[in-house]
């Protein structure tokens, strides 16, 4: 990973940890969402894990294939703890979440921001198999999402662009890192940490 980016996540989660009193002040529930994408292959379960494994927190994966409705995700979400990590991988491919719901709009009318959330309901969406958009929505940042603290959802799509506007807001996915190839910076990084700093030299040669 670019070492850059590694710094900008770590702060970031240690921002969120720390932000516990703005939480509770605003009404909010004290939680984080990060949206992974990128090409398949670039380290993007493994970032799951290191976040995992730096916060010290537990990770549900859930397997939205086996979801059969909205009441079993409200089931599963209700039955995870505090100091965890919701995790849905290629949400793209699991939940068939897409933006090919009709807007229709009159000539002239503007659409206010506020009631698109109202209007996301009543359009036509395509998710499977039981899952619905409003259910989906509820989940990350509705009445469901407020049964526990300190916690952290990630959504990983190989296309963010299949996904529905409405899942990739900030208060939804607070953070959209994009997970590409390896960088030259992100390599020797690689290399310090795997062969250690004699070995990398000879490696930095070849790459010249």
Known sequence: MDPHLKEFIMKDLDSFVERKEFFENVGRAWKRGYLLYGPPGTGKSSLVAAIANYMRYDVYDLQ??????DSDLRRILTSTTNRSILLIEDIDCGTKVSHNRTKVKEKGEEEEEDDEDRDEIKRPFSIDPGVTLSGLLNFIDGLWSSCGNER???FTTNHKEKLDPALLRPGR????????????????????????????????????
């Open 173 to 208: 996915m607070d953070v959209h890192i994009y997970m590409g190839y390896c960088s030259p910076a992100g390599f020797r990084n690689l290399q310090l940490h795997i062969l250690g700093s004699k070995m990398t030299n000879g490696l930095d040669a070849l790459m010249i």
């Open 64 to 69: 939205f294939q086996s979801v059969r409705n």
């Open 152 to 154: 952290i959802i990630i």
